[in-house]
């Protein structure tokens, strides 16, 4: 339990001048400045994201990913994403016509979010082979994952298939908004994938599949499904299988 919160503090405290700076950034941005505060706030994901690799929350093998085993600080990164989206969708009240939570059926958007992340997650896992299961892992550590990947992939959803992509559709189509936030969801990997991993070209080529699955799931049921074909996709290449 200490190492895990003493890895939380350091995590903290790395991430802190910057996220100062776009604090800043956004109290002195004007509301009606959208597009730039919907940018501003997908940098400031990608920076609680990639910090989590140098301090070691988690690690890459081929399109694998292995988490820091501690259910607690976990599901304390799980809740705190939760939150995050409970705070911006508070402060952002302008912001709140382009999230579209809910379109069509409830049972049928649960199950094509859950099949097409599962589809896509297992076939990731697969190119990258099934890790043995691991009888080391702290107990909780699956529920502790699963709260993880589905708090902190609904606030990457909120902001990608939310707020920029209901931003995009007041310009394209809604499949051109679709295609667009996917692509520009992959994109935004490009520091992940090149800088700070040496994951490269599969993590982006995952990330665009992933990213458009999400946009035309959006598109059809809303934020809440694609989240679960977000979450779902990264609980399968995370969790070690038989």
């Given at each position: 339990?200490a190492e895990?919160?003493?890895?939380l503090?350091?995590?903290?405290?790395?991430?802190a001048?910057?996220?100062?700076?776009?604090a800043?950034?956004?109290?002195?941005?004007?509301r009606a400045?959208i597009?730039?505060?919907i940018?501003l706030y997908?940098?400031i994901?990608?920076?609680?994201r990639d910090a989590?690799?140098?301090?070691?929350?988690?690690?890459?093998?081929?399109l694998r990913?292995?988490?820091?085993?501690?259910?607690?600080l976990?599901?304390?990164?799980?809740i705190?994403?939760?939150?995050?989206?409970?705070l911006?969708v508070?402060?952002?009240?302008?912001?709140?016509?382009l999230?579209?939570w809910?379109?069509?059926?409830?049972v049928e958007?649960?199950a094509?979010?859950?099949g097409a992340?599962?589809?896509?997650?297992l076939?990731?896992?697969?190119i990258s082979?099934?890790?043995?299961l691991?009888?080391?892992?702290?107990?909780g550590?699956?529920?502790?994952?699963?709260i993880?990947v589905?708090?902190?992939?609904?606030?990457?959803?909120?902001?990608?298939?939310?707020?920029?992509?209901?931003?995009?559709e007041?310009?394209?189509t809604p499949?051109?908004a679709?295609?667009?936030?996917?692509?520009?969801?992959?994109?935004c990997h490009?520091?992940?994938?090149?800088?700070?991993t040496?994951?490269?070209w599969?993590?982006?080529a995952?990330t665009a599949?992933e990213g458009?699955?999400?946009?035309?799931?959006?598109m059809r049921y809303?934020?809440?499904?694609a989240a679960?074909t977000?979450?779902?996709a990264?609980?399968?290449?995370?969790?070690p299988?038989?």
């Amino acid at each position: 339990m200490a190492e895990g919160m003493d890895l939380l503090a350091t995590y903290n405290l790395r991430m802190a001048p910057g996220l100062l700076a776009f604090a800043l950034c956004l109290v002195l941005l004007p509301r009606a400045a959208i597009g730039i505060r919907i940018a501003l706030y997908i940098a400031i994901f990608i920076l609680v994201r990639d910090a989590m690799t140098p301090t070691g929350l988690w690690s890459f093998d081929d399109l694998r990913i292995s988490f820091f085993n501690n259910p607690a600080l976990l599901a304390t990164l799980g809740i705190s994403s939760v939150l995050g989206v409970v705070l911006i969708v508070a402060v952002e009240r302008d912001m709140r016509p382009l999230l579209v939570w809910r379109k069509g059926s409830l049972v049928e958007g649960a199950a094509v979010g859950l099949g097409a992340g599962a589809v896509i997650g297992l076939g990731a896992a697969s190119i990258s082979g099934l890790s043995p299961l691991l009888w080391d892992f702290a107990p909780g550590f699956i529920l502790a994952l699963v709260i993880l990947v589905y708090g902190g992939n609904l606030l990457e959803e909120v902001l990608f298939r939310g707020y920029l992509q209901g931003r995009l559709e007041a310009y394209v189509t809604p499949v051109r908004a679709a295609l667009l936030s996917g692509l520009i969801f992959a994109a935004c990997h490009s520091y992940l994938a090149i800088t700070v991993t040496n994951g490269g070209w599969p993590i982006l080529a995952f990330t665009a599949i992933e990213g458009i699955a999400c946009g035309f799931v959006r598109m059809r049921y809303g934020i809440w499904a694609a989240a679960l074909t977000h979450g779902t996709a990264i609980l399968l290449v995370a969790m070690p299988m038989l």
